[in-house]
């Protein structure tokens, strides 16, 4: 057996002596902790420099509904202003199907790269998750929100044979008339369908739900008298008001109108935690880097605090809804909840 030399067994000696060892533990050490920082600083400026870049292509705005309707609408409003403020064209894609779940998951499996946004709506973000058994996507863990672009109230509308001017005549009207008086949506799990469910639950009264495929047929059965009541939107509420096709008898929003200030709202009337609203809003996939989700929101947030945009957006009855990021985060969690308790209490399930 060959033993090591005085000179091998000195340098062996040195390998192993713990305050040597000590030593090189702190400098490897050091060494990853540098290479973690310096891997942090390399993923934040790629970040800015992505963000400086952004957009060098065009983007896509997934509306997941049909092309005309309010999300569609204000989409396009937000794709003409990132478009002038930024130079690169944002393109709205309607994908509709499955009262807006198809196009809402397409968004949500999309690359987190800024270049998929996401026209969200309570249909398939607040209201879906809480009536269906399963779903493709998690609200709050799936998509950044953005900016919340408006939130809308309607009116309670009823067919002029009904002898009822108010709220509360219109309560007493239903509880003497059980199981006659039936109330038309554009759907199941639409806010025209919670809303009147929510009414029917804190007035403490039940009424038939007919729900049909879309606002104008059930609109038109109104107006034929085929149902007593439905939730319509202002701008057409007003008209047919004005024109006596229909009677309004109560605002579903937390303010007056300045479409019909002169309506009162259903919370002034017996019901003083009432409310029912449509919002529309921007999302991007979760994961999409910080800097250029602030990017669309500064845009958009600026040119929402015009006075023209103002005046836009509350002219259609519309309240414009420019808050920050993390405000809208907490308003989906609102809303969320809020559907969800909704559904539970009053059994609306698919």
Not at 98 to 117: E, I, N, R
């Amino acid at each position: 057996m060959n033993l090591p030399s005085l000179s091998q067994s000195r340098t062996i000696s040195k390998w192993f002596n713990p305050k040597h060892h000590q030593a090189r533990l702190s400098n490897y050490l050091g060494l990853l902790m540098a290479l973690g920082i310096m891997g942090i600083w390399h993923s934040a400026l790629a970040q800015s420099n992505q963000s400086l870049n952004y957009p060098n292509r065009p983007v896509k705005i997934i509306v997941p509904f049909t092309a005309g309707g309010p999300t569609d609408v204000q989409a396009r409003w937000a794709a003409e202003q990132l478009s002038n403020a930024l130079g690169q064209a944002f393109i709205v894609e309607n994908i509709a199907g499955a009262g807006g779940v198809t196009g809402t998951d397409k968004v949500a499996k999309s690359p987190a790269d800024g270049y998929t946004l996401l026209a969200g709506n309570p249909g398939p973000l607040t209201v879906a998750p809480g009536i269906k058994a399963q779903m493709p996507y998690q609200t709050m863990t799936d998509f950044v929100p953005i900016m919340l672009i408006a939130r809308t109230g309607s009116c309670l509308t009823v067919h002029p044979s009904i002898p009822a001017k108010n709220v509360k005549e219109f309560i007493a009207y239903v509880k003497a008339n059980p199981g006659k008086v039936n109330y038309g949506s554009p759907g199941v799990g639409t806010i025209g369908h919670l809303g009147m469910e929510r009414f029917n639950y804190q007035a403490g009264i039940t009424m038939n739900h007919i729900p049909y495929k879309g606002t104008s047929q059930y609109l038109n059965d109104l107006i034929a008298g085929h149902i007593q009541i439905a939730i319509t939107q202002l701008a057409g509420c007003s008209t047919y008001v004005k024109q006596g096709k229909l009677v309004a008898i109560g605002a579903t929003a937390e303010k007056r109108s300045t479409l019909m200030p002169e309506l009162p709202l259903v919370s002034e009337q017996g019901l003083p935690n009432y409310s029912s609203y449509n919002w529309n809003g921007i999302l991007a996939p979760k994961g999409t880097p910080s800097a250029i989700t602030q990017k669309i929101y500064e845009v958009l947030s600026q040119k929402m605090a015009l006075k023209e945009n103002q005046e836009l957006f509350t002219g259609q009855g519309h309240e414009p809804g420019n808050i920050t990021p993390e405000g809208f985060r907490n308003f989906l969690q609102q809303d969320l909840n809020r559907n969800t308790e909704l559904a539970k209490v009053t059994n609306i399930h698919e």
